[in-house]
Structures are given as C-alpha cells and as structure tokens.
C-alpha cells in the first residue's frame, strides 16, 4: 500500500482562497464552441444500429495557432456523440489503433458484463471489440471512456472521452429542448496542462494526479456559445481526471436542473450552483434573454479537487431569439429507487488514495457477490481525502451524506457520487438482471489517479440463491 503520510499537510492546506488561482477575468472567449458531431449508425435489416469508433492519435489545435498531439476516437481529441433510443438493439465496433492495448466503458450503460468494456475487455493494438447490447434504461447523458487497469488516467487525459446520450418515448414527450447543438448542448468539461507550445503535460500533483489550470469545453479552450433560443437544455459533464466543479453563472442567475447522471429528477430544481466531481453529469436548463451575455464559470471551493476560480464558457445571447418551450412541472415518470425493508447493507471504506476496504484492486479477485435485480444499501465511509464514487451497471439514489438528506438536485438517478472527506454517504442501489458469475463489473473512486492505483473493486452479477458457489477468484489473463 503507498503511503501518504507526508503528504497530509498538502493535501490538509485546502482552500487557497478565491482568485488566488484560476483564470477569472482572462479570457476573451475567442473561440467558437465545438459540439461533437452526432455518430450517424448503419442500420441493419434486423433494425439493429451499428456504430464504429477507432481509437486513433493526431493532432488538435487546443490552444489557438498550436498542434497538441492527443488521442480520440475517430478523431483527434474526444469522440463523436452516440445516440440511441430504449429499446434499440446497438452494435459497437471498436478498432484500437493507439499502439497500446486499451478498452472503450460504457460509463451509466446497463448491460451485460462483457460487454461493460472495463479493464477485463481489453483491446490489443490494431484489434477490435464488438460490443453489442439491447439499450433498456430511462433516457440519460452517459458517456463512454477507456479503462484500461492502471492506464485510464493518461487515456482520458489525452482525450478520450464521448457521450452516448440515451433517449426514451416518456422524456420525448416532455417537449424539452433537444435540437442537438442548437438548443440541447453537451458540455464537456476538461482541465489541461499545456505548455506555451501546446505541449499537453502529464506531470500528476501530489495525491490527486492530473489536474490543470486551463479548462476545456469539449475541447475548446476560451470559448463562447451563440444562444439563438429562448430555453436552452445544457448536458454536463465533468470529464476531468480529478477537478470538481462549482458551476455558476457570473450574474448569478438562477437555473433548472432536470437530471442527473442516470436520468431526469422527478420535478425541476431550480438552483444557482451546481457541484460535479469527475465522471458525474447534470441535465439543466436555462434561461435566456435577447443580447444576454453571460459567463458560465467554477468558483472555489474547499475539497482540495475544486481550488481556483475558472471561466468556462460565455454566452452570448442573439438580438433575437427564437421562443422555445417553458419548463415543465413534471419530468421522469419513473419512480425513484427504494430498497425493500431488510435490504442487504454493504459497507466501504476508501483508505488512503489507493484501496477499499484495505485492499487494492485485484483483477482476480471478486469482491462483492450481488444477486440480480437485487436492490441494496451501499454505505461509502471517507475518512481521509475527498474521493468519489462510481458503481458500474447500476443506478443509485443518494440515501443521506453524514445522515443528511443531499441536496435536492442531487436526488435524481445517478452513478456517481462526490463524498466530502471525512463523511460518509448511503446509496440506494438498484442492480440489473444480466447475470455472469466470471465476469465483473467494477466499482472505484473516479479519481482516476486513485482509480488507476487501486481504489477499485470488482462484483459480479448471480442467479439469485447461487451466491454461495460462485468461485471468488479469476484466473490471470496476463
Ligand atoms: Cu467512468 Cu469505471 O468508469
Ligand atoms: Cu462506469
Ligand atoms: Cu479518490
């Protein structure tokens, strides 16, 4: 186990106090947002739709004027955007094309485990995967990102990163925003170390790995977006490698939000700041005046992953503005995720930075042995540093943090979950029904430095009443 004994005053010294770090009032917002283009599927006679992604490395312009070399799928830097509805039948044919073995994970998909594209679906240099599975989950932002054992880091870090949104006839009919790149646009956040030659550097702080000072919007560096509706539907996501973010608007104004990662709330929440620790995605909607320019920006905080004050993006309002929906009273008709009285309770500790439970990561090993379509309470204790929480397969409600109801954004689907040093949150879990006593899903603090060291364990998926046999070891594929 790497100890971090001394490194607890760094990691201690928290907040550096607003503006002390950050970009606040720098930027000139120069450049046109990007939004990743829609992958468009073959669609098979059987209706089945077929989507190809290759892992490739080039060169993109991060900073303006300056070739960065980086890493994405069928692309220089990131991914297209994939797009299904409930119910379809989606083929994936991941080519690797890095020079080093890598995996493509579905992040909040519902599937099979061998097709989940964790660290046991590794693809070979010059190989191919082809993942396939029916969509059967409520409509959500996912995403989709390597995860190799040891390796995630340095691969999301150069780039690879996508969504994968998920549609449904329920959301449909809720006539929200969803001109995609019009009036529904994906925000993906990302911070970077570049070098006055557009150099990306990879040289990891002090416990918490990779983080930078100039923050990406899907791949944009000072960017602004050109509002031409009156509504507009916002999907973020914080694809960093550790930074959170306090997002907010520089005028303050107030704004709704409608999902969370793993679908939409009950009813719009209406709040002025939202946090999203790495890997977790909101759905919110926003107001907007004609001419109205505003900044979207992360303040401060004081979770070691959060310092500095950043600007991300600027709004800018048309002289006109095309009227768009209201928001609505209503949202998900699904109903929220209980778990029966008597529920199974497991328990987690993060220790340190590297290990739950005490325990590294091991590929062999299967920690937690769950029954399908079980619902549990998975209660997450954090002593030490801030950490979050991801459990793959899954959906999750927020139970309490430290015994408090979480904030009311909050309590929307999710995967993912920021848990506040020293506190502990419980988890309502609802698992799926696709069982595979040999092949586990993972669950792991997405902090990928912790991740990558270890703070990951593996479960598997059962016939209920056959817990009991199932083997608790892999073989080694390596
Ligand atoms: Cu987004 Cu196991 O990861
Ligand atoms: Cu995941
Ligand atoms: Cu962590």
Not at 12 to 33: D, E, H, Q, V, W
Not at 160 to 182: E, I, N, Q, R, W
Not at 323 to 337: F, K, M, T
Request: neutral net charge; glycine residues 10%; contains cysteine.
């Amino acid at each position: 186990l790497f100890v971090f004994a001394g490194l607890a005053a760094l990691a201690g010294c928290g907040n550096p106090g607003a503006g002390s770090k950050g970009n606040s009032g720098t930027l000139a917002f120069a450049n046109r947002l990007r939004v990743p283009p829609l992958l468009e599927p073959a669609v098979a006679k059987d209706g089945t739709k077929r989507f190809s992604l290759t892992m490739q490395t080039g060169q993109a312009e991060l900073l303006p004027g300056k070739p960065t070399t980086t890493w994405g799928f069928n692309g220089a830097y990131l991914g297209p955007t994939i797009r299904a509805i409930r119910g379809d039948r989606v083929a994936m044919r991941v080519r690797n094309q890095l020079g080093e073995p890598s995996t493509v994970h579905w992040h909040g998909m519902r599937l099979p485990a061998v097709m989940d594209g964790g660290p046991h679906q590794m693809i070979e240099p010059g190989g191919t995967w082809s993942p396939h599975w029916i969509i059967d989950q409520p409509a959500a932002t996912s995403w989709y990102h390597p995860h190799p054992h040891g390796n995630t880091a340095k691969h999301v870090y150069r780039g690879l990163a996508g969504l994968f949104l998920v549609d449904d006839p329920a959301a449909a009919a809720l006539g929200l925003p969803s001109t995609y790149g019009v009036d529904d646009v994906p925000l993906i956040l990302q911070d970077k170390v570049l070098d006055k030659n557009g150099v990306l550097r990879e040289d990891p702080k002090p416990t918490w790995g990779l983080m930078g000072d100039q923050i990406l919007v899907n791949g944009v560096y000072d960017p602004f977006f050109e509002v031409t509706t009156t509504l507009v539907r916002l999907r973020i996501l914080n694809g960093s490698n550790a930074r959170m973010y306090n997002v907010e608007f520089a005028d303050r104004r107030r704004f709704h939000v409608i999902g969370t990662d793993a679908g939409l709330l009950a009813a719009p929440v209406t709040v002025d700041r939202v946090q999203l620790s790495p890997g977790e995605r909101l759905e919110v909607l926003v107001e907007f005046a004609p001419r109205d320019q505003v900044v979207l920006r992360s303040v401060a905080g004081d979770n070691g992953i959060d310092e500095g004050d950043y600007e991300l993006l600027k709004f800018v309002a048309a002289d006109q503005l095309k009227p768009g929906p209201s928001v609505p009273q209503r949202l998900a008709a699904s109903p929220r995720i209980e778990t029966p009285a008597g529920a199974r309770e497991r328990k987690f500790k993060l220790s340190g930075s590297d290990a739950i439970n005490g325990r590294e990561m091991d590929m062999t090993r299967i920690d937690e042995v769950v029954p399908a379509g079980a619902s549990e309470i998975w209660q997450v204790q954090n002593p030490v540093y801030s950490h979050n929480f991801h459990i793959h397969e899954v959906a999750f409600r927020i139970l309490d943090i430290d015994g408090k109801e979480p904030p009311a954004y909050l309590q929307g689907p999710k995967d993912t979950v920021f848990i506040p040093r020293k506190s502990t949150v419980r988890l309502a879990v609802q698992f799926g029904h696709h069982t595979d006593p040999k092949t586990p899903y993972m669950y792991h603090c997405h902090i990928l430095r912790h991740e990558d060291e270890g703070m990951m364990g593996q479960f598997v998926i059962v016939e209920p009443g056959t817990e009991a046999s199932v083997s608790r070891t892999l073989p080694s594929h390596h």
